[in-house]
């Protein structure tokens, strides 16, 4: 399968990575090798079976309860603002 | 000193030949002296001395042995302890402290395990080699030219050179199973909800399970037996009860059914590795058996459906690490979308990239149906399988993996090569059903694991094969010079 340089492009800005050059040469070349080997599963006939999905049969109640470690957690912020995360403005 | 088993730790404290700081200070000691050679240890807990002196205060009082008093635990990092830092061996996370601890660490501690330190992994988990790590390499004890395995090889390597007593891991695509292959210990990935995944950093959560290293099948047991369980901080535990694993005088195989599912041999499988499992399946006609050659007709399509399903999964538990708020955080452009950019870019390795941009184009528009649902169908196919093939037999018998160690450096340049070293362990993971690696023979002076793999929930027959096989053969006694 043909991927491209810009389709390389698109999919890092999905993922939110900022790629150097060296890093969308390698993955132009890498990533259809990988795609090409995962590609033989679409000849496969799976619709004879039933989909499996991951159990979750141990459901909490859904009730709010506070929070012990709210300090522990907000000290590990790049930036904070007493009880806030700091971020760059969303709209310019 | 040197203690190989859980049971002669504990013999030894109760004839107080021995103290709980003493087995302590010969742990960190054995470190010292081997962890410059093999990198095993990413982060040492000095204050462990305190706990086992704590515990040695417990013994003198007359209080009874817990079930793991005097063990040293080596803890892979990705697994949190309140407090203290956590990496999963990633940039990412280098200066990171964990706000809970992971449910399977705590049991451990709860019946008086001392976590001696952390050990090294491929970032997030992510390779079969141990080589992706962010901080270091870590280096096969019987020939530090070669890999340990991975992603689990830290875990592996401080039980197999005698670090610690024990350790634990995480097996995702076989994380514990082929770094315990490769370095001669036995290594154990439970069914899929069977021991909580609370406090592990996640990497496919519909496929991560934490499972123990140990010398015996003995010991994975008893540790086995203390992580499981239902656990209400994960929704996708079990509330079966966790059966009580004995063995008796001698573990009994007499008319156990044990299948060679012949897509496990064949191309790709170093015929060395395939005549160790042969020697083991005589072992087991000996003691009684039946062998059976069976087929699993997708067994090898399963590594194209683990490179779909788990980088998937992981693209999108990864886009928690954002650089906003913890870990690494890069704030040189403009803008909310440069902070998740840049911070990303700079604290993740190559393996992670990579496998996030595979994962985002399975999930993107226009592939999704051709590649991420057809791989979950195909995986509902091998769950299939194996439900038939375990109405035939009672256990599997396998490789752990094609090969025995390769050297450093041989597979890092083409990812497909290195994904190739999880061919005979994926399967277990997209199946959820349980599977252990154990010492099962030599190859070229290289240890060779055995996998065996039971039905879902059925941890018991595996325990019990692997014990009689550990009664009759001496391959799990053997150490590195």
């Known amino acids: 399968m043909e991927i491209t340089t810009q389709d390389i492009l698109k999919l890092a800005d999905l993922a939110r990575l900022e790629l150097t050059p060296d890093e969308v040469a390698s993955l132009t070349t890498q990533l259809p090798k990988i795609v090409d080997y995962v590609s033989h599963l679409q000849a496969i006939d799976a619709t004879i079976v039933p989909e499996v999905t991951t159990p979750t049969e141990n459901l909490r109640a859904d009730i709010a309860v506070p929070a012990t470690n709210t300090e522990a957690i907000l000290a590990q912020a790049p930036e904070r603002a007493e009880r806030l995360w700091r971020v760059d403005a969303v709209f310019s | ?481």
């Open chain 2, 1 to 481: 000193m040197s203690y190989r088993t859980i049971s002669d730790v504990h013999a030894a404290l109760t004839a107080k030949d021995v103290s709980t700081v003493e087995l302590v200070q010969a742990s960190l000691e054995r470190i010292h002296e081997t962890d410059k050679d093999l990198g095993a240890f990413l982060r040492v807990r000095d204050i462990v001395l305190d706990e086992a002196a704590a515990t040695d205060k417990r013994i003198a009082g007359g209080e009874p042995l817990r079930l793991l008093d005097g063990v040293t635990l080596a803890v892979k990092d990705n697994m949190a302890i309140n407090g203290e830092v956590v990496t999963a061996a990633s940039k990412i996370l280098e200066h990171y402290k964990a706000v809970v601890t992971a449910t399977a660490v705590d049991r451990l501690r709860q019946q008086g395990a001392l976590v001696i330190g952390k050990t090294n992994l491929d970032e997030f988990a992510m390779g079969a080699s141990t080589e992706n790590s962010a901080f270091q390499k870590t280096k096969n004890p019987w020939n530090t030219a070669l890999v340990p395995g991975g992603s689990s090889g830290g875990s592996a390597v401080a039980v197999a050179s005698d670090q610690t007593l024990v350790s634990i891991g995480s097996d995702t695509g076989g994380s514990i199973r082929q770094p315990a292959s490769f370095t001669n210990v036995v290594g154990f990935k439970p069914t899929y909800g069977r021991i909580s995944r609370f406090g592990l950093l996640s990497l496919a959560s519909s496929l991560d399970q934490i499972g123990p290293f140990t010398h015996t099948v003995d010991d994975a047991a008893r540790m086995y037996m203390v992580m499981a369980g239902q656990d209400d901080n994960d929704a996708t535990t079990s509330a079966r009860t966790v059966e009580a694993i004995t063995f008796g005088a001698k573990a009994d195989v007499q008319n156990m059914r044990i299948g060679l599912p012949k897509e496990f041999f064949g191309e790709g499988i170093d015929p060395a590795v395939a005549k160790v499992v042969m020697d083991a399946a005589d072992v087991y006609k000996k003691l009684g058996a039946t062998i059976v050659e069976v087929s699993l007709p997708h067994a090898r399509d399963a590594l194209a459906a683990y490179y779909i399903i788990q980088p998937a999964e992981t693209s999108s538990n990864l886009a928690r690490y954002d650089g906003i708020r913890y870990g690494l955080s890069k704030r040189e452009g403009q803008g909310l979308i440069n902070i998740y950019k840049q911070s990303r870019d700079a604290g993740f390795g190559q393996e992670v990239k990579r496998r996030i941009m595979v994962g985002t184009f399975s999930l993107s528009a226009g592939y999704t149906d051709a590649f991420y649902h057809q791989a979950v169908m195909v995986r509902s196919l091998i769950h299939e399988e194996f439900d038939q093939v375990f109405d035939q037999v009672d256990i599997l018998l396998t490789p752990t993996s094609p090969t025995t160690a390769f050297p450093l450096g041989a597979r890092t340049a083409d990812p497909l090569t290195m994904y190739l070293a999880d061919l005979l362990t994926v399967p277990a993971n997209l199946a959820n059903i349980p599977a252990m690696s154990l010492p099962g023979g030599f190859a070229d002076n290289l240890p060779v694991g055995i996998q065996l793999m039971a039905k879902e929930w059925d941890e018991a027959s595996i325990f019990r094969a692997g014990q009689a096989f550990q009664q009759v053969t001496d391959w799990h006694t053997k150490q590195p010079n």
